[in-house]
């Protein structure tokens, strides 16, 4: 009798590492891993796994919370930065959209902001993805704007501030820009 029982252990013992065994091997992926990349001195990386999407933005600005946005008409995503003590932003929307090519985002852009002086407008490529670029002064504002277009979504990446003021962050747009990466 003694010898039926530990057979019958030893089997049960058998078939609960073959249970686990099975079930170890069906598990779910996990989630993708951001890029490995070194983060420049002076700034923080964000990466967003679901929209595929990353880049840099200043440590000492201000990181305003998602809660601040309502987000309607397409739009998925408002990520916004703002330089402490002043108006200066930086704020990053993806949504879906309809545009296809970069010309028909220029020309809808001309649409959307009628009241503007174009200082710029370039199609300029960032980390192997082509976007257009656009400068404008409205008022006493100095913006800069850069959309690409990727997976049926447009990544804005908009920098405002006034006049006076858009020289001295200019730098800290490019950097927002040339960090940024579209999976």
């Given amino acids: 009798m003694r010898g039926k029982r530990f057979n019958l252990g030893v089997i049960s013992v058998l078939v609960a590492l073959l ?7 069906t598990r779910q ?4 891993v951001p890029p490995i990349t070194p983060v420049t001195p002076g ?11 990353s880049f840099e933005y200043p440590e000492d600005w ?5 809660e601040e946005f309502r987000l309607v008409g397409g739009v998925e995503k408002v990520e916004m930065f703002t330089k402490k003590g002043e ?3 930086i704020t990053i929307v993806v949504g879906s959209t309809d545009w296809t090519n970069l010309e028909e985002v ?30 404008y002064k409205s008022f006493a504002t100095k913006t800069s704007v850069v959309v690409f277009l990727a997976n049926g979504k447009a990544y804005t990446i908009n ?7 858009y020289a001295a962050s200019e730098e800290i747009f490019d950097h927002v820009i040339n960090s940024f990466v579209i999976q």
């Fill in 19 to 25: 249970v686990v065994s099975i079930t170890g091997c």
């Fill in 29 to 32: 992926p996990s989630p993708p």
């Fill in 43 to 53: 700034y923080i990386q964000s990466y967003d796994h679901k929209l595929g999407y």
């Fill in 62 to 66: 201000t990181v305003h919370s998602p």
């Fill in 87 to 89: 108006g200066t932003s």
């Fill in 106 to 135: 220029k020309r809808q852009y001309g649409e959307i902001h009628p009241i503007k002086i174009i200082l710029k407008e370039d199609i300029i490529e960032v980390n192997g993805r082509e976007g257009y670029k656009i400068i």
């Fill in 159 to 165: 920098y405002g501030t006034t006049e006076d003021l």
